[in-house]
C-alpha cells in the first residue's frame, strides 16, 4: 500500500539532492510533487493544501543542520506534519470509571463495521477487558447473524432481540444486561447504509443521547480516499465522534482517508483493520504510519540521530579539511568513532533509502574493514597519522605499523593508498565533480 505516495515523495526529494540548502526556490517543485502525491493518495483537497503550507513553512524556517543534506530534512519535514496531522500519539480506547465502557460503532454498510465490532472485542479481551457485542442492525436480518457467528468465533457473548425490535431499544437493553452482568465494555454494532442517510443518522443519534457512549467510532474504509472527508465530517458534525477505526489497510488502498480524519473531526484514528480475520486489528500509531506513508526507509532516524551526534563547528572544519586535502587519519579516525556512536555500519546502512539491499555479508565485510583500518591506524605515530605521504614513502614505517597492529606490510600499503584515493575523490566531490562513489572497499 501506499506505494505511488512513496515514489512521488522519492522523486521530490531527488530534485533537492545536490542543493546546500532548503531555498524558496528549490523548494516549490519539492512541494509541488508533495502536493500532486497527496492528492493521488486520494487525500481531500482542504487537507492537502494545509498540509503543504505548513510544510512549506516549517521547512524555510528550519535551521541547516550539519551532515544532514536538505532532502533528508525536507522528509524529515514532512514526516513530522504528518505525524502531526494524524495525531502525534496513539490514542487508546476509553476505559469508563465504572462499567461497563461503551463503545458504539458507526459507519456506512461494508466499511468492516461488524467485522471491526468482534475484532475490537477480541483485542480488548487479550488485554483483559471483558466484552459484550449488541447486535441493533434490524434492516439486514443477515447482519444479525453475521454478529452472532463472529461472537461463538470468538466466544463473545452477544445481544440481540430479533428484527422486529426498535434498535434504540435492542441498545439500551444490551447496556442494561452488560451492566448486570459486570462486563467490563459492551460494543454497540449499529446499522449501516450504503449512503449517508436522514433516518439513519437520526436512528444513531437517539441511540446515542440513550446510551450516552464513552466512545464513538466511525469505522472508515481506507479505499474511499477522498470520500472519508465527507463523512467524517458529516458523522462528526451530526454524531460527534470520539475516533475512528481505519479498516482494510492491508488493501491497496492509498492512504490519503488516514490523513482526513483527525485533520478534520480533530479525533483520532484509534485502530486500523488489516485482513479479514478477527485478529487483523491493530492499534493506529501516527509515527508508523508517517514512515509507512514515506516509504523512506528510516531516514528520519538518521536525521535525529545526526542531529544529536554532530557538533556543527566539528563538521564544518572537517567540511574545510576535506576541500584543502588536509583530511588525515587523525580525521579518518574521528569519523570512524562518530560512526560507532551512531550504532553499528549496518544499522546505519539500512536507514538511507537504496540501500537496505546491501547483504548481511558485505556489511561484515566492511565493518571488518574498518576494523582493520582503526587498528593499523592505532599503530601509527601521530605524524604518520597527521600526514599519511610520511608511510607511502617509506618501507620501515610501514612495516612498524605492520608489527604493532598485526598486519602485514602490504596490508598498511593498501590501507594508505586506498586513503589517499578516498581523499583525493573527496577533493573533486568538494569541488563539485564527481566521480562516482567510492565502493565499500575504501581503507
Ligand atoms: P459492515 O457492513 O460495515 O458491518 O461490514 P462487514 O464487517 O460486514 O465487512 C464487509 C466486508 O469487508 C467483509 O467481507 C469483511 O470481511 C471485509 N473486511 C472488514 N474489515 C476488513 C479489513 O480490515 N481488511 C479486509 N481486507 N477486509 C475487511
Not at 488516514?258 to 486489528?281: D, M, N, T
Request: charged share 25%.
Amino acid at each position: 500500500m501506499f506505494d505511488a505516495l512513496a515514489d512521488r515523495l522519492e522523486s521530490a526529494w531527488k530534485k533537492l539532492r545536490g542543493q546546500d540548502k532548503i531555498s524558496e526556490a528549490n523548494i516549490k517543485e519539492a512541494l509541488r510533487e508533495v502536493r500532486r502525491a497527496l492528492l493521488e493518495a486520494d487525500a481531500n483537497l482542504q487537507v492537502v493544501k494545509e498540509f503543504v503550507s505548513e510544510v512549506e513553512k516549517k521547512a524555510l524556517g528550519a535551521e541547516v543542520i550539519a551532515g544532514v543534506r536538505p532532502d533528508q530534512q525536507f522528509i524529515k519535514i514532512v514526516h513530522d506534519e504528518l505525524v502531526e496531522v494524524m495525531g502525534e500519539a496513539n490514542v487508546p480506547l476509553a476505559h469508563a470509571d465504572t462499567a461497563p465502557t461503551i463503545v458504539l460503532m458507526a459507519g456506512l454498510q461494508g466499511t468492516g463495521k461488524t467485522t471491526a465490532s468482534a475484532k475490537l472485542a477480541l483485542h480488548l479481551r487479550k488485554l483483559e477487558r471483558s466484552c459484550m457485542l449488541v447486535a441493533t442492525d434490524v434492516y439486514r436480518p443477515a447482519a444479525i447473524d453475521q454478529l452472532l457467528a463472529l461472537g461463538q468465533q470468538i466466544n463473545i457473548p452477544v445481544f440481540e432481540m430479533g428484527s422486529d425490535a426498535d434498535p434504540v431499544e435492542i441498545a439500551r437493553q444490551g447496556v442494561e444486561r452488560a451492566r448486570a452482568e459486570g462486563v467490563d465494555t459492551v460494543i454497540i454494532d449499529t446499522a449501516g447504509r450504503l449512503q449517508i442517510d436522514q433516518d439513519m443518522m437520526a436512528e444513531l443519534a437517539r441511540i446515542k443521547e440513550t446510551v450516552q457512549p464513552n466512545e464513538t467510532l466511525l469505522v472508515v474504509d481506507a479505499m474511499t480516499g477522498q470520500e472519508a472527508a465527507t463523512l467524517t465530517r458529516t458523522f462528526h458534525d451530526q454524531i460527534g465522534i470520539t475516533g475512528a477505526i481505519l479498516t482494510k489497510m492491508d488493501g491497496d488502498s492509498r492512504g490519503g482517508a488516514a490523513l482526513s480524519v483527525r485533520q478534520i473531526s480533530g479525533q483520532p484514528i484509534k485502530f486500523i483493520g488489516v485482513g479479514e480475520k478477527v485478529e487483523a486489528l491493530q492499534p493506529f500509531y501516527p509515527d508508523r504510519m508517517a514512515s509507512r506513508i514515506l516509504g523512506m526507509g528510516d531516514v528520519l532516524t538518521l536525521v535525529e540521530k545526526a542531529q544529536e551526534e554532530v557538533d556543527l563547528a566539528d563538521a564544518e572544519k572537517m567540511q574545510e579539511k576535506i576541500l584543502t586535502a588536509k583530511f588525515d587519519f587523525t580525521d579518518f579516525l574521528k569519523q570512524m568513532r562518530l560512526l560507532k556512536n551512531m550504532g553499528s555500519l549496518g544499522g546505519l546502512l539500512k536507514m538511507i533509502p537504496g540501500m537496505g539491499k546491501i547483504s548481511g555479508e558485505q556489511l561484515e565485510q566492511g565493518e571488518a574493514q574498518l576494523k582493520r583500518a582503526e587498528s593499523m591506524i592505532n599503530s601509527m605515530t601521530m605524524e604518520e597519522r597527521r600526514d599519511p605521504d610520511l608511510l607511502s614513502g617509506s618501507p620501515s614505517r610501514r612495516r612498524r605499523v605492520a608489527r604493532g597492529s598485526g598486519y602485514t606490510e602490504s596490508d598498511v600499503g593498501k590501507l594508505v593508498s586506498d586513503f589517499q584515493r578516498m581523499r583525493s575523490m573527496m577533493q573533486q566531490m568538494g569541488q563539485g565533480n564527481f566521480p562516482g562513489m567510492p565502493g565499500m572497499g575504501m581503507p
